[in-house]
């Protein structure tokens, strides 16, 4: 990640320091959900699931090496605490980016199948061309995404991102979490039709993408759906 102090990201995310003996001390590894992936330097977010909550593990994190632990509620650890853990990690981010934009290209796609594989080609491929981070497997959801954008450095020249959807504004929020300056839709088949609700509502909930993409101003290609035939 891009070295932020606990003081720097608890603004960012609007939390409050609670057992934060040093507020300068600097994030310096990845950001994990998992305490058994924390290492030195890194930050834990504590995620609240069905079957596990993370804040049961804030302090095996800390021993594992992380500096503090964005959570809900207070924990026996040094945190960042926060009305919403998942809406933190999206912000932080955001943040990110933000920071990295003159230096990143950020490629996002998306489609009713193939994504996977396809990151894992593109990825390849730009490789060759500078430092390209992208998920492992298929993160791609409201976690996967933001925790594959944090891996970013300041030498990271391309940032692949798959982007998974259950329906209509799923992929508007992971977008506006990760401006993407290269969108590839895939394809509009009949995966998880039910959740959609038919093929055009797929369509349209897929195409949230494309208008992520910068504008003619900023750039970019215009109104690209009118660019896309048949669309």
């Known amino acids: 990640m891009i070295a932020m102090t606990v003081r720097e990201i608890a603004g960012l995310v ?20 998992d305490s058994r992936e924390a290492g ?15 804040h049961d593990f804030s302090g095996a994190a800390i021993r594992n090496g992380a500096v503090a632990v964005l959570a809900e509620h207070l924990v026996d650890a040094p945190a960042i605490i926060v009305p919403d853990a998942l809406k933190a990690l999206g912000a932080l981010s955001r943040e990110v980016l933000v920071r990295a934009a003159a230096h990143v290209t950020v490629v996002g796609l998306t489609g009713s199948a193939g994504k ?3 990151k894992d080609l593109l990825a390849q491929v730009l490789e060759q061309f500078g430092q390209t981070i992208a998920p492992v497997g298929s993160f791609n959801n ?10 970013l450095s300041p030498e990271t020249e391309f940032l692949v991102l ?20 290269v969108g590839l839709v895939l394809n509009i088949g009949t995966a998880h039709m039910g959740e959609f609700g038919g ?5 349209l909930a897929k195409g949230e993408l494309l208008d992520s993409l910068p504008t003619a101003a900023e750039g970019g290609l215009g ?3 009118e660019a896309v035939v048949g669309w």
């Open 142 to 151: 409201e976690i996967g995404l933001p925790l594959t954008a944090l891996r």
């Open 223 to 225: 109104d690209i759906r």
């Open 40 to 54: 030195e330097g890194s930050l834990f977010v504590a995620i609240a699931g069905e079957r596990v909550d993370g």
């Open 116 to 118: 996977t594989s396809t």
């Open 162 to 181: 798959e982007m998974g959807a259950r329906g209509k504004g799923h992929i508007a929020y992971l977008a506006s979490l990760t401006p993407p300056r």
């Open 199 to 203: 093929r055009e509502q797929t369509a």
């Open 14 to 33: 609007g939390g409050t320091l609670d057992r934060v003996d040093d507020p300068d001390a600097t994030i310096v590894g990845e950001v994990v959900i």
